[in-house]
């Protein structure tokens, strides 16, 4: 009876929201596809309950409070509900709305929906009999892709929520330009590549914006941890917890830099970690799982080739870099090729790093859906004339095996974008290239 009761309480409170000005509007969007349930995915404290609240405020102003409705499963009243209960829940909701049964199409917005067991089940029966779409969203450790399309028999398309973009991380400030970006004055100009050097050391985790480094470099800590036991270590029974953390501070230590797992292996086995090649495999697959870091392959055809070479970490958001790296040391340019890599990914690009014949390096490979291809260095300064021929030359070599690819170069600053020309390779500024 206690948990029936609490369940009526969260329904009353079911149709409520927050009010769309009190929440930071996101870029991310379900795809249009009906009759699919919608699973809202990512990292920890990215921002997907406020992204499911925002989506059910929008569909509350087309059909109305009562038809668009949030249920939040992680209230303690909630801890022993199952899908009987979830059952009772869309009986009682009919109940107060039957005129909606059978005739009118409902949206349930449903967060941390991985607490209740059989979860699934219930949503695909209730696709199958009633007029109700679903969006769920939870935790990286019982909700990941793949397992979502299994669980669903295929029903399901997943959209991941990572922390702010630029352009968001200027929204939330109530400072993103209204104007395009290459018709801003001068002192907005000013403003935004001042925002964009603080928008890669703090990076964009919503709670993280506003606070005392010390506070964000114990804040993002905390959630690494949180990632670690929670997404890691419960989920897969991991017991080599030393050489989890391990792995993870390298990565966080040394972003955007190249990973061999047999490399790896050994230095772990140097420091006394007693940990199998395959058990590195594993540990680093599970980073990726949790989405705490990306791991980004050569440009090949060859799956061989792909396999044997390093791959590229690269973890969800420059904050990180600041608060794991203790010895204070610069990481602007890892800052800004993680940053250009997060973009990339937001844009829908598949992306790989070239290694060229002559063991030459370009940052990215990006292929772009409808088969637009663009090789992409990033430099953080340009002016260099030495830093900036070695750039060029590794496009122009990567271009003799990528031949499709148009060139680009981001830089960090501006007027060394606007002031060298070069004939084969477009020179951007970043935070043009971020807010076009």
Not at 58 to 84: C, M, N, Q, S
């Amino acid at each position: 009876m206690p948990l029936l009761h609490a369940l009526r309480e969260k329904l009353n409170a079911a149709v409520g929201g927050l009010a769309p000005s009190s929440l930071t509007p996101r870029e991310f969007r379900l795809p249009a596809i009906p009759r699919k349930t919608h699973a809202v995915i990512g990292m920890r404290r990215a921002g997907k309950t406020c992204f499911l609240r925002q989506l059910q405020e929008t569909r509350r102003e087309k059909v109305g409070p009562e038809r668009a409705i949030f249920i939040g499963f992680d209230d303690d009243r909630l801890a022993d509900i199952d899908v009987e209960q979830l059952d009772e829940l869309l009986e009682e909701y009919y109940r107060r709305y039957p005129q909606f049964r059978g005739r009118e199409r409902v949206w349930w917005y449903l967060d941390e929906i991985q607490l209740v067991p059989g979860w699934d089940r219930f949503i695909r029966r209730v696709m199958d009999t009633e007029e109700i779409d679903f969006v769920v969203s939870g935790s990286s450790a019982r909700l990941l892709s793949r397992e979502i399309h299994t669980s669903l028999r295929g029903r399901a398309m997943a959209t991941v929520v990572s922390p702010f973009s630029f352009r968001e991380f200027l929204r939330h400030r109530g400072e993103e330009p209204d104007a395009p970006v290459r018709q801003l004055t001068a002192p907005q100009r000013s403003a935004v590549e001042k925002r964009l050097r603080e928008f890669l050391v703090a990076g964009g985790f919503p709670e993280a914006q506003g606070v005392d480094v010390a506070t964000r470099i114990a804040l993002l800590q905390g959630y690494v941890d949180t990632v670690l036991f929670r997404d890691v270590v419960e989920r897969y029974g991991v017991t080599q917890v030393a050489a989890l953390r391990w792995i993870t501070r390298h990565a966080l230590r040394s972003p955007c830099g190249s990973f061999s797992a047999n490399r790896l292996y050994h230095d772990l086995r140097s420091q006394g970690h007693a940990i199998g090649k395959a058990a590195v495999h594993d540990l680093l697959g599970h980073l990726v799982d949790a989405f705490l870091v990306a791991a980004v392959p050569v440009a090949t055809e060859s799956e061989r080739r792909r396999n044997t070479n390093p791959r590229k970490l690269y973890p969800v958001d420059p904050g990180l870099i600041q608060a794991f790296d203790s010895g204070g040391r610069s990481n602007a340019g890892h800052a800004l090729e993680l940053v250009v890599f997060n973009e990339l990914q937001r844009r829908n690009a598949d992306v790989a790093y070239v290694k060229t014949k002559g063991d030459l390096e370009v940052d990215f490979l990006a292929r772009f859906p409808g088969g637009r291809e663009e090789l992409i260095q990033v430099c953080v300064d340009a002016a260099d004339p030495a830093t900036l021929g070695r750039e060029l030359a590794s496009l122009d070599a990567a271009s003799g095996e990528h031949p499709r690819a148009a060139r680009k170069m981001i830089v960090m600053d501006a007027s060394a974008a606007a002031r060298i020309k070069h004939p084969r390779t477009e020179l951007l500024a970043c935070h043009e290239w971020l807010l076009s």
